[in-house]
């Protein structure tokens, strides 16, 4: 049990019902989304916002600085900040929420591309170096206190709201993760660099959520609750065949069949991850292919006792949901279990376009939301669910101190590491503020 992260007294983890949290949607951005009429909509909102750009009186600046440091605890100071290193606990815990966050603008367009572009503009100017913060975390922490005060800014808010409302029906036109563009996103993060990978992930090479249940609890320690965890939903018994979507660099895959005697095919898109798995993670009885779900087919036309998927079912896209299911249902035995852990978040952040993640990290990434699941799967049984959201702020700031100072990464420049910097930080600060969370969904077949 203390393995699990859980004291013995206490009920498991995935026994206990997830908490409860209170949903926040911001008032404009939901407004800005249904109001657009789609077509025109668009149009006549993003020519109101170009005449009102073209008309910027001269305190504009100042009114932005004013409705972030009045709301917030940020505080704009005029001088470059020192640069330290980044050290957390060692079950990434943080002390708590900063008295106040400093924040220094090299340049005050920094506060023009956030108007206009949200959170991918404070990133992409990050990325330029264009300002600088104490901590990433702590300053957009600070930021997502503002969610739903956008109209506080009267009239300056019409380009963020134009931005919103073009990325959502851009979001319901194009098609994301076809059989042709599946490929190309996941190269573009995940064939970037298996020596990356080795230093932010450590030895267990896990890049999904690990479960602290206790204080104290290494990255390793959280990664190695997490595959338990995952075992025992599965319900394992020797000579079991399991097949496993999204196989990363191939732990769970070994583990379940080096630990629990059965047989795995596993699933990838990735090139640079298959080459990883099959020189470290090889195993008699596990299968590692490069090959989409979509195309895959048993040899022996036989039906697995158990399916899991660790965290990617986020790169799936919610309008191929069905079919993923769909595949599932195929694929799985009638007394099987499918196993999924993911990513999620609120309806909203799911319809206002591309962000900063999509655009640099993640191509084609979109979390489901809860709905989701039951509307694309109504004829499975969900047994059990659990939520572990903040677990991940943990998990993504461990990731950020293993990188250290980059030493032996001198192949990725100032700009790349501090794309990868904003990535982990804002993302911790997200699942710690509950904004975006992560889920494990265990399932049977109706």
């Not at 007294?9 to 008032?27: D, F, H, I, L, T």
């Not at 050290?87 to 990434?92: C, E, H, L, M, Q």
């Not at 002390?95 to 924040?103: A, D």
């Not at 079919?323 to 009638?334: G, N, R, S, T, V």
Request: aromatic share 10%; hydrophobic share 40%; net charge neutral.
């Amino acid at each position: 049990a203390e393995v699990l992260g859980f004291r013995p007294s206490e009920a498991p983890r995935w026994r206990r019902p997830a908490a409860q949290c209170k949903r926040r949607e911001p008032a404009v951005a939901c407004a800005a989304v249904t109001m657009v009429g789609w077509g025109y909509g668009v149009a006549a909102l993003a020519s109101v916002s170009v005449a009102l750009a073209a008309r910027r009186r001269f305190n504009d600046v100042q009114a932005i600085k004013d409705f972030i440091t009045q709301r917030t605890n940020i505080v704009i100071v005029d001088r470059p900040l020192s640069s330290e290193p980044y050290n957390v606990a060692v079950d990434g815990a943080v002390p708590g929420p900063m008295q106040t966050v400093r924040w220094y603008l090299k340049n005050d367009d920094v506060l023009r591309r956030a108007l206009r572009d949200g959170a991918l503009g404070f990133g992409e100017s990050y990325m330029d170096g264009d300002w600088q913060t104490d901590d990433i975390e702590a300053f957009c922490n600070e930021l997502l206190k503002l969610e739903g005060q956008e109209a506080q800014l009267g009239w300056r808010a019409v380009p963020l709201l134009a931005s919103l409302a073009a990325g959502a029906l851009a979001s319901r036109l194009v098609p994301r993760n076809t059989l042709r563009s599946a490929p190309i996103n996941v190269a573009h993060h995940y064939n970037i660099s298996n020596k990356l990978y080795e230093k932010m992930l450590g030895p267990t090479m896990m890049y999904s959520s690990g479960l602290f249940g206790r204080e104290g609890v290494s990255l390793d320690e959280a990664q190695r609750a997490k595959l338990e965890l995952l075992a025992t939903k599965l319900d394992l018994r020797p000579g079991m065949r399991v097949l496993e979507i999204g196989f990363g660099w191939g732990t769970l895959a070994h583990f379940l069949a080096s630990e629990h005697g059965v047989s795995v095919t596993a699933l990838s898109l990735s090139a640079e991850q298959l080459a990883f798995a099959r020189e470290r993670n090889a195993h008699p009885n596990v299968d590692f292919r490069l090959q989409d779900y979509r195309t895959f087919q048993p040899e022996d036309g036989g039906a697995f006792d158990r399916i899991v998927s660790v965290e990617m079912i986020e790169h799936v896209g919610r309008k191929h949901l069905p079919e993923f299911f769909q595949k599932c249902d195929e694929f799985l035995a009638d007394d099987g279990i499918l196993l999924l852990q993911s990513i999620g978040c609120s309806i909203w952040k799911v319809m206002v376009g591309k962000s900063f993640i999509e655009k640099y990290i993640f191509p084609g990434c979109e979390p489901p939301q809860q709905s989701d699941f039951a509307s694309v799967a109504p004829t499975w049984h969900l047994e059990d669910w659990e939520s572990f959201g903040k677990d991940y702020a943990r998990t993504m700031r461990l990731w950020r101190h293993n990188l250290g100072e980059w030493e032996g990464l001198e192949e990725f420049d100032a700009r790349f590491r501090r794309m990868w910097e904003y990535y982990l930080l804002s993302c911790a600060a997200s699942f710690d503020r509950r904004r975006t969370k992560v889920w494990q969904l265990q399932d049977t077949k109706g």
